[in-house]
């Protein structure tokens, strides 16, 4: 993918609301399949956490099965919203209506279209790609090969990369709005659940340092895996939603909103799981690993909550009226995350370690708990990742904030 | 007559060419002779593939007779379960068709998603009452490429994140330099 970033986009003192962009109104389109894509995104979303329930209880007789059905009609959809958005605005491009350099990229020579369609659409490329791979690797090493397969993370890194269009393109769309003189609430509304999307890929991400690999070996150190990958992918996030939207309390709302997501989807799951694999005539792999509510399936977002509110307080308490530093920001949430974290990640894995021996199938097993000193090297990395972190975040948060592309 | 070195080298090729398309295209076309078994008092002519593989339509038809009889009205269903080892979870039941052209004959096609040793668990249901039989049944794999080449194909897309990561930092850097000279000609 070749991109040519053109001068005098970002950053640039707005250009006032009149010529072709604002006469003609031409992103009416791109805000319409900007929601499609956020509604295909959030499909994606529910499929993405039903097939792992569906995975752990019933699991895979076939590449299509009903949780994939709907993740991939997601991710299709999006594809095809995408190209077609994109083949538009080129088509405006060349007709000179309204899409020019100003607010829209060059790709590969030919294009020309908004950012986050080229990014949504490349991302979507990846998934595509990535679909028939996972189902060799499943053919070749079984059902039970970990979120973090090759072909897992390619897919998952289609999606982070699908879902992070989306908050380019919204976030692009507010910058147009103020640029015309409009409110553009209903645009930072679209990037703040954007970037709510992008914290739930993330945390997902991390999902098997709870329990399947609670340490990372470093030579003769133990070092508990959980805290430090949220410490690494979670606060630069928060501190992009604080930057992008202007509103003090950015991070706790989109924080608070996937927390929302997060209950309401593992309490309505669990049912879905159930009925559908008794239509389809498919027993459940052990009586354990039944479909249910607990706890621990929202640890995650609970924490992620108390360290996005945390992150606003300190925000708030500027020092002497000056904006805190990222890095300083980054670390005092470093050190939450790190607390929060741990406390997640043993609970979980001491919950699992709980179940009888014969409840799994056979060839898995639950690892044991980390240590207390593994807990205890994790947190000077996980304050300095956070505070790395959070200086990435301090970055993207100020170019989703200028951008009009 | 001696072939010249063009000749040799279609040659070569061709035998090169042979070789990866004769295994691919052997798995899953042969087929076993019948596979008999009894459940209750039918008895039954499991036909399935001699080396089936892993996602590919595994045709499987079974004849029912009783009392030496072909049944024909029966129901038949079968349904996969990974043997002992193979790390896979049950396919869903699937009802054989009756075959017009042979009666008490009943086919229809899974397909296993996972390689490793598999039982078809078959229930015949008819005027003899409900029975099972099983069958076991041993499913190849693709050609497997390295575990590490694998990681270097799904990792990948990094590559395009790392790019996207350094353009931003590029319009950031741009952007601090607008800021800069913007801040110069205020003054």
């Known amino acids: 993918m070749a991109v040519e970033a053109r001068p005098g986009a970002p950053g640039r003192k707005p250009a006032p609301p009149t010529g072709p962009d604002a006469r003609l109104g031409w992103w009416r389109p791109p805000r319409v399949a900007g929601w499609a894509l956020l509604l295909f995104q959030f499909q994606q979303g529910v499929g993405l956490l039903w097939d792992e329930r569906w995975h752990q209880a019933v699991g895979r007789d076939r590449f299509l099965t009903p949780p994939h059905l709907l993740l991939y009609s997601g991710v299709a959809l999006s594809g095809i919203t995408c190209l077609v958005m994109v083949i538009w605005a080129t088509l405006r491009h060349h007709r000179g209506a309204g899409v020019d350099d100003g607010n829209s990229l060059r790709v590969l020579g030919l294009f020309h279209a908004p950012l986050g369609f080229v990014v949504t659409g490349f991302g979507c490329l990846v998934i595509a790609a990535a679909a028939p791979l996972d189902d060799y690797w499943h053919q070749l090493y079984g059902l039970d090969v970990a979120l973090w397969a090759p072909f897992h993370l390619m ?137 249910t509510f607990r706890f621990q399936q929202v640890l995650p977002s609970v924490t992620v909550l108390l360290v996005a509110v945390l992150l606003d307080l300190v925000a708030a308490s500027e020092a002497g009226g000056r904006r805190r530093r990222p890095v300083v920001l980054g670390a005092s949430v470093g050190l939450a995350l790190w607390l929060l974290a741990a406390l997640a990640g043993q609970v979980s894995a001491t919950a699992a370690a709980r179940l009888a021996p014969g409840a799994l199938p056979p060839g898995l097993f639950v690892p044991p708990p980390a240590t207390a000193l593994a807990v205890l090297l994790a947190l000077p990395c996980a304050v300095a990742l956070a505070a790395a972190s959070a200086t990435v975040g301090d970055g993207l948060g100020q170019i989703l904030r200028e951008n009009p592309r | ?144 490429i390295p575990h590490w080449l694998g990681w270097v194909i799904g990792l990948s897309p990094l590559l395009a994140v790392a790019w996207f990561a350094w353009w931003n930092r590029t319009l950031l850097r741009r952007e601090g330099d607008g800021e800069g000279s913007a801040a110069g000609t205020a003054r």
């Open chain 1, 155 to 291: 897919a998952l890194t289609g999606g982070f990369l699908a879902v992070l269009g989306s908050a380019y393109l919204w976030s692009a769309l507010a910058v147009r709005a103020r640029q015309a003189g409009r409110d553009p609430r209903a645009e930072r509304a679209s990037t703040a659940f954007a970037l709510m999307l992008l914290v739930g890929l993330v945390v997902n991400l991390a999902q098997p340092g709870l329990v399947l690999y609670p340490t990372i070996e470093l030579g003769p150190l133990s070092v508990m895996t959980y805290p430090v990958l949220l410490a690494a992918l979670v606060p630069w996030l928060l501190v992009a939603a604080r930057g992008a939207l202007g509103w003090r309390r950015a991070a706790t709302l989109v924080a608070l909103v996937l927390f929302v997501q997060d209950v309401v989807l593992n309490l309505t799951i669990p049912a879905v799981v159930r009925s559908v694999a008794a239509a389809e005539g498919l027993p459940f792999r052990s009586p354990a690993l039944a479909p």
């Open chain 2, 1 to 144: 007559m001696s072939a010249g070195p063009t000749g040799r080298r279609g040659a070569v090729l061709a035998a090169v060419l042979l070789a990866l398309v004769l295994p691919a295209a052997r798995p899953g076309q042969a087929v076993a002779a019948d596979v008999e078994r009894r459940a209750g008092p039918y008895q039954l002519a499991v036909d399935v593939p001699a080396a089936p593989r892993t996602g590919r339509a595994l045709p499987v038809a079974v004849r029912v007779d009783l009392d030496g009889r072909p049944l024909e009205g029966a129901t038949v269903t079968v349904q996969g379960f990974p043997g002992l080892g193979t790390s896979a979870s049950a396919i869903r039941p699937l009802v054989l068709t009756p075959d017009p052209a042979a009666p008490g004959r009943y086919r229809g096609a899974l397909t296993i998603p996972i390689h490793g040793g598999w039982l078809l668990d078959l229930q015949v249901s008819g005027a003899g009452g409900l029975h099972r039989a099983e069958v076991p049944l041993l499913v190849g794999a693709p050609a497997a």
